[in-house]
């Protein structure tokens, strides 16, 4: 079936635009959440949503950062006012429920000139 | 301390070698454990899951060592098809997120 899908693949902003990540999760997982990677770095958690569960944002770097999911399915990831320490590929995954096996997108590339 | 350390390498072979990858991980609330594999430039996809009592599959041997918070992934007979980052990886003590180390660079060559 069809696996976890993300849009843009790639995206180009200037430093202090909005940016709006699209993820569609697999169909049936109650599950999403969302990792970015950084050059040389490891995946860094950025935020989980569980059905209609309020969502764990722990791992968002700042408050211009934020997410939603609306009906329980795709899920927005959202930049504001964008910064070059922002340039990453941001990855989503989904599965059946917590704990169970995640599976990824192909990611976003952001690059913040 | 890092949440998941690994030793990055990268770990050169020839095709047919055995290759050994260590994880440490800080936090002892952590309940499960994976190994996963990243191709270059591509997700990262579940190679396997890690048990206390170890499992093999196929030419993989994953083992789990609670008390030292250790865990390890043996690759028996390595392929060119092989080369490739593995990433260890343990749930975070609310048991939602992936907490991943950086990853092991393994090559293998012909």
């Known amino acids: 079936g069809a696996g976890v899908s993300q849009s843009p693949s790639n995206k180009v902003t200037e430093k202090g635009k909005d940016v709006e990540l699209r993820c569609d999760p697999i169909s049936g997982h109650t599950a999403l959440y969302w990792y970015r990677q950084s050059l040389g770095q490891g995946l860094e958690f950025l935020i989980y949503f569980q059905g209609n569960s309020a969502p764990d944002k722990s791992g968002l770097p700042s408050d211009r950062f934020s997410a939603e999911r609306t009906g329980g399915s795709v899920s927005t990831l959202t930049i504001q006012r964008t910064q070059q320490e922002d340039s990453a590929v941001y990855l989503c995954a989904s599965s059946v429920d917590r704990a169970y096996e995640q599976y990824f997108g192909p990611g976003t590339r952001l690059t913040v000139t | 301390r890092k949440e998941v350390e690994q030793d990055p390498g990268p770990f050169n072979v020839p095709e047919g070698a055995t290759v050994a990858f260590n994880c440490t991980y800080s936090n002892s609330a952590s309940q499960s454990f994976f190994w996963y594999r990243q191709d270059c430039r591509k997700e990262p996809k579940l190679l396997m899951s890690?048990?206390?009592s170890g499992n093999e599959d196929g030419r993989f041997t994953a083992q789990l060592n609670r008390a030292s918070q250790y865990i390890s992934l043996l690759i028996r007979d390595s392929k060119l098809s092989d080369s490739a980052t593995y990433l260890c990886v343990v749930t975070s003590q609310a048991g939602t997120a992936l907490i991943f180390g950086k990853g092991t660079t393994l090559s293998v060559s012909s």
């Open positions: 890690v048990y206390s």
